[in-house]
């Protein structure tokens, strides 16, 4: 399927995963370009065969003059300059036709080959970008976990610092207050 100018106008870029997509403005421009490109080629194309066809017209009127009743092969030999005029502008004609053809070719297939380049990059900056992003999201969770880490050591630590500090007021109060009955015991058996 041959591509036309207006294929290039309507064609719509799906955005990228990896971030906010092309630029806008970079691939309208490339696309302007693209397009003025091919316009002037099929332009130029529509003349070359609007030549092609007028030096056909031409060769066949010269071979059918009134006075020459030959076929164009003979006319050739009846005027030979004239013939060979014609001949020399169809040989030019279709060489020029065959040169811009092939220039337009290869003037697609670098644009085809530049916007396959310009895509690689893009993808390779996008994995590139998101590559970096991991990294930096890995260290920071790193980070989080280590902290989180730290936390629960400490936690824990506390835990068993408030269990012995309650421990041991436990056994102070446990303490006094053997001590205390032992203490009021001796007096009451005095006063019996």
Known sequence: MALTPEDVVNKRFQSTKFREGYDQDEVDDFLDEVVAEMRRLVEENETLKSELEQAKQ???????????????????????IDAEGTTNLLQLARRLHEEHVREGIQKRDELIAEGHSQA???????????????????????????????LREFEREYRQSLRGFIETQLNTLEGTGVEASLASAPSSDQSE
Do not use: L, W
């Open 58 to 80: 031409q060769a066949e009127n010269a071979a059918s003059q009134p006075g020459s009743s030959a076929p164009a092969a003979a006319v050739s030999t009846d005027d030979p």
């Open 120 to 150: 690689a990059r893009i993808v390779e900056e996008a994995e590139s970008e998101h590559a970096r992003k991991m990294e930096v999201f890995t260290q920071e969770r790193a980070s989080v976990e280590s902290h989180i880490e730290e």
